[in-house]
């Protein structure tokens, strides 16, 4: 009867949501192989933490591509009042290692 019904609804609903997860880890698998030198030297267990939470990191920027259609956003510079080239970048970046 009605039970049944829901049941199903409820069913498929997350049928939907763990294929949605599997996808989006799926994606996040595909991204760490094909772009591995690119993203440079990861210890595998901040990859596979990566590819676990790929999912939620997707549907976060989805919800924030919607709300920006709605709401009204406005452009909000940050002064920056440090001048530095890439060398000068480059050099402390390798003093922090």
Avoid: N
Avoid at 19 to 33: D, E
Wanted: glycine share 10%; with cysteine; hydrophobic share 50%.
């Amino acid at each position: 009867g009605g039970g049944a019904y829901i049941q199903g609804i409820l069913l498929a609903w997350l049928a939907g949501k763990v294929s949605f997860w599997l996808g989006g880890m799926f994606t996040a698998v595909f991204v760490m192989i094909f772009y591995r030198k690119q993203i440079g030297k990861v210890p595998f267990w901040k990859s596979v933490v990566g590819v676990l939470l790929f999912p939620l990191f997707d549907i976060i920027g989805h919800w924030c591509s919607y709300i920006a259609v709605f709401k009204k956003v406005e452009w909000k510079p940050i002064p920056h009042d440090r001048v530095m080239d890439i060398d000068k970048l480059v050099t402390s970046q390798e003093e922090k290692k």
